[in-house]
């Protein structure tokens, strides 16, 4: 029985601000030196093992783009991209793979399911346990992994190991239990039968699907309706919004595991990490003598156990201790390591006030490329824009704003009006307020260029969009 991935792509990491937003969430981060994303990371782990599928990916609607290049630059094509336009926690997201599997594309594999956003240092190990798990998830078992505990973390819940199956590797779960404080996660460890729950499944489609009808009939329902009212897009398929937004919020461990009578876990030791904190990347980072872990361009004197990711600026610590320092072009988090739990009231604080900085790096990333707000002031914006090769912004008019181009490098087609002309290096135009315009790249280099903004209103939301290749909304 072969075996399908689903990627799970749809969290927000609000624990890792300010590199992680809303808009580019931890998963799409290139965290470690491997220079990959974490989901990068996630599909490249499972090379080598037999009968392995391309994958089935669960992501939210806003990132679509971002999941499709990301595996394009591997040179994967997901078997397909499954868009929620809303989060209904992960028994909805694995609902919905399983469906697509057993209902589109008629086969009963075995899913292994996977967040999208974990650090994994031994993939040997790991796929060993993925082996192990192999038969007894072929006997109907719903199996997930616990992480054999190297420390009395409070960070994450745990598992409670019952008796073994017939594979001395696998045990029945006999308890669920949530997020421990100190003492408990303490005696928890000494007990030895409590395992780190790792939030990795694996089973047969057919087997969740049963379960999931005897415990909760009503998502099974309305995923069903979501996938068959949903439409194809490019390569993904946009699920219905309104049956989907029925469904409960549930995670698959409240709303199936802890309840089923068929649950296994099989236990691992792989220096696996949820990279849940930014505590939790510099415990799985490498480190100097001091036991700092740094990244970009750092100083350090007299300075011990902290985290530091520099990306604009040179960071210097000097006579501190057990500190998390991140800096980006528009925001810089200190805190102390024990706070790092801490770090999503401050994105809660931004949400409140509507900062853009919970939702969007300074660098916003779109599908035809991405574009940098160098400046902004009174009734004018700055952008440096990068137009990838062959892409071409939307058709569109602002009804608000004018804007001026100059090209960098490479080549613009500008078309204006009806009227549609090249610009190359050093040569620029004007877009008038009103104008129905669009920009694109018909080279083989990235167009660089720089646009000045000014008008009474410079938000993002002034865009009618006429035509979109992107199938981004557009005017009736």
């Known amino acids: 029985m072969h075996c399908i991935p689903v990627i799970l792509s749809g969290g927000a990491g609000s624990r890792l601000w300010p590199l992680s937003r809303q808009a580019h969430p931890k998963q799409f981060m290139r965290l470690t030196a491997e220079g990959q994303s974490l989901l990068q990371q996630t599909w490249q782990r499972l090379q080598g093992l037999p ?28 078997t397909r991209i499954l868009l929620e336009p809303l989060g209904r926690n992960t028994a909805p997201a694995i609902t919905l793979a399983a469906l697509y599997v057993t209902e589109v594309l008629a086969t009963d594999a075995i899913l292994l399911v996977l967040p999208a956003d974990h650090l ?22 719903l199996v997930t992994f616990g992480i054999t505990p190297t420390s009395p973390h409070t960070g994450y819940g745990y598992i409670r190991r019952g008796e073994a199956l017939s594979d001395a590797h696998t045990y029945r779960v006999a308890e669920f239990v949530e997020k421990p404080d100190l003492a408990t996660a303490e005696a928890y460890l000494a007990d030895g039968h409590y395992l780190w729950n790792s939030g990795m499944f694996l089973f047969r489609a ?36 309104e049956p989907l937004s029925r469904c409960p919020s549930l995670s698959v461990d409240y709303g199936v595991m802890e309840k089923t ?20 990347l510099w415990e799985v980072t490498p480190k100097d003598e001091f036991g700092n872990s740094c ?68 660098v916003v ?52 009006n009806g009227k549609t002309f090249l610009l190359t290096e050093n040569e620029s135009t004007y877009i ?38 992107y199938g981004r909304e557009t005017a009736q």
């Open 261 to 280: 009578q068929k649950a296994a876990v099989v236990p691992l030791e792989c220096g696996w990490s949820d990279v849940g904190s930014w505590s939790s």
């Open 120 to 141: 994994i240092q031994d993939v040997a190990a790991f796929q060993q346990g993925l082996q192990r798990a192999l038969a007894p998830a072929a006997k109907d078992w």
């Open 51 to 78: 009968q392995v599928q391309p994958p089935v990916v669960v992501a939210n609607e806003a990132h679509r783009f971002l999941v499709a290049e990301q595996f394009q630059e591997l040179g994967v094509t997901p």
């Open 295 to 362: 990244r970009g361009d750092v100083l350090t004197y007299s300075t011990k156990n902290c985290f530091v990711h520099g990306q604009h600026r040179l960071v210097a610590l000097l006579g501190v201790e057990n500190l998390i320092v991140v800096e980006t072009a528009d925001a810089v988090l200190i805190a102390h390591q024990e706070a790092a739990q801490q770090v999503k009231h401050v994105v809660e604080q931004l949400q409140a006030q509507q900062r853009s900085e919970a939702y969007n790096h300074r």
């Open 206 to 241: 057919q087997s969740f699907l049963a379960e999931l009808a005897q415990q909760q009939p009503e998502i099974l329902h309305n995923c069903r309706l979501a996938l068959r009212e949903g439409r194809e897009d490019l390569d993904f398929i946009r699920l219905a919004k």
């Open 365 to 416: 990333y779109r599908p035809w490329g991405h574009y940098d707000s160098i400046d902004t002031g009174h009734r004018f914006q700055v952008k440096r824009i990068t137009v990838k090769p062959g892409a071409s912004l939307s058709l569109q008019q602002h009804h608000h704003r004018a804007e001026h181009w100059i090209v960098v490098s490479g080549t613009a087609e500008v078309t204006c």
């Open 432 to 469: 008038p307020v009103g104008a129905v315009h669009r920009l694109a790249n018909p080279g083989k280099i990235p167009l660089e260029m720089i646009e000045v903004q000014s008008g009474a209103y410079l938000g993002e939301d002034d865009i009618v969009r006429f035509e979109d290749r």
